[in-house]
């Protein structure tokens, strides 16, 4: 019991004056405050569980962050693998008012073919060697810049370059095959 006592004033002597700047930072990753505000909920009970492994005296606000960006990356990849869902009471009504109407063979066209590119872009960056697939996501998906990612990987900016521009050449190496077929390229 003693041994529990210790280690929660010591995680809240090293932790607990971080929350503020944790919390702006979820706050940037998210830009919504109920989100950030569950991904610092995740990253205080994932920090108080692992805390046995944090290195007291050394950065804990850094350490704090790469949890934070670990967890807001594995989150991002959990919902952006689930299917978008929709209550069908919200839009039955505009469901009934289009239904009769006609669709255009092209807009289906297009609409499937866009599904199956956004498959081949999934399946593309799922190839990626982690490193090089976190910031074409944060920078490409996300819309993050340079600084925000060398910040949120704690990392160099010049790093982030080199990482973002080769793995945007592995994802064009990747789809060269499938824009090929789809008569996408000259060759």
Same mark, same amino acid.
């Given at each position: 019991?003693?041994?529990?006592?210790?280690?929660?004033?010591?995680?809240?002597?090293?932790?607990?004056?971080?929350?503020?700047? @944790?919390?702006?930072?979820?706050?940037?990753?998210?830009?919504?405050?109920? *989100? #950030?505000? *569950?991904?610092?909920? *995740?990253? !205080?009970?994932?920090?108080?569980?692992?805390?046995?492994?944090?290195?007291?005296?050394?950065? #804990?606000?850094?350490?704090?962050?790469?949890? @934070?960006?670990?967890?807001?990356?594995?989150?991002? =990849?959990?919902?952006?693998? =689930?299917?978008?869902?929709?209550?069908?009471?919200?839009?039955?009504?505009?469901?009934?008012?289009?239904?009769?109407?006609?669709?255009?063979?092209?807009?289906?066209? =297009?609409?499937?073919? =866009?599904? @199956?590119? *956004?498959?081949?872009?999934?399946?593309? @960056?799922?190839?990626?060697?982690?490193?090089?697939?976190?910031?074409?996501?944060?920078?490409?998906?996300?819309?993050?810049?340079?600084?925000?990612?060398?910040?949120?990987?704690?990392?160099?900016?010049?790093? !982030?370059?080199?990482?973002?521009?080769?793995?945007?050449?592995?994802?064009?190496?990747?789809?060269?095959?499938? #824009?090929?077929?789809?008569?996408?390229?000259?060759?």
């Amino acid at each position: 019991m003693r041994d529990t006592k210790k280690k929660q004033q010591e995680f809240n002597e090293e932790i607990i004056p971080h929350m503020d700047v @944790l919390y702006n930072f979820a706050l940037r990753l998210t830009t919504d405050p109920n *989100d #950030a505000e *569950d991904l610092v909920q *995740d990253t !205080i009970v994932k920090a108080f569980r692992f805390f046995s492994s944090y290195e007291k005296g050394t950065n #804990a606000k850094a350490w704090l962050f790469r949890i @934070l960006k670990n967890s807001f990356i594995n989150n991002y =990849r959990k919902v952006s693998k =689930r299917p978008q869902e929709v209550d069908f009471d919200e839009v039955s009504t505009y469901y009934e008012s289009v239904r009769a109407e006609r669709t255009e063979t092209s807009d289906l066209e =297009r609409l499937m073919f =866009r599904e @199956l590119m *956004d498959d081949e872009l999934s399946i593309a @960056l799922s190839r990626l060697p982690e490193d090089f697939r976190t910031v074409v996501l944060l920078c490409d998906v996300e819309g993050y810049t340079y600084e925000e990612i060398a910040n949120m990987l704690d990392v160099p900016i010049g790093t !982030i370059r080199s990482r973002l521009h080769r793995g945007r050449n592995l994802l064009k190496t990747e789809l060269l095959e499938y #824009a090929k077929k789809r008569g996408y390229t000259g060759d």
